[in-house]
Nanobody, 120 residues
Framework: QVQLVESGGGLVQPGGSLRLSCAAS????????MGWYHQAPGKQRELVAT???????NYADSVRGRFTISRDNAKNTVSLQMKSLKPEDTAVYYC??????????????WGQGTQVTVSS
């Protein structure tokens, strides 16, 4: 069973920074895509950033230029560096991974989530 464990959430003032990390129970090069989504109260879960096995990245317009996603194959982690945080970034952040399986299929996995609160 694939497990994803997030860490690094917390309370930060507007304009501050946080770094989230996601540790996987499999070697991360096993996954075709890994990334981060967030979900604010009363809203749907939304994409924040993704990174492919080849290292290609994709960002939501709302975070582009402020957030950076990266992967460390040696540490088996995917991280999200968040800078210039805004109150509207407040949400539960979930780590995501897509694992190719047999016969061309893929399985999606999620972490348990970590709370990020941006408030003065």
């Amino acid at each position: 069973q694939v497990q994803l464990v997030e860490s690094g959430g917390g309370l930060v003032q507007p304009g501050g920074s946080l770094r989230l990390s996601c540790a996987a129970s499999l070697k991360i090069f096993s996954f075709s895509v890994m990334g981060w989504y967030h979900q604010a109260p009363g809203k749907q879960r939304e994409l924040v950033a993704t990174i492919t096995r080849a290292g290609n990245t994709n960002y939501a317009d709302s975070v582009r230029g402020r957030f950076t996603i990266s992967r460390d194959n040696a540490k088996n982690t995917v991280s999200l560096q968040m800078k210039s945080l805004k109150p509207e970034d407040t949400a539960v952040y979930y780590c995501y991974a897509r694992l190719p399986t047999s016969y061309g299929r893929e399985s999606d996995y999620w972490g348990q989530g970590t709370q990020v609160t941006v408030s003065s």
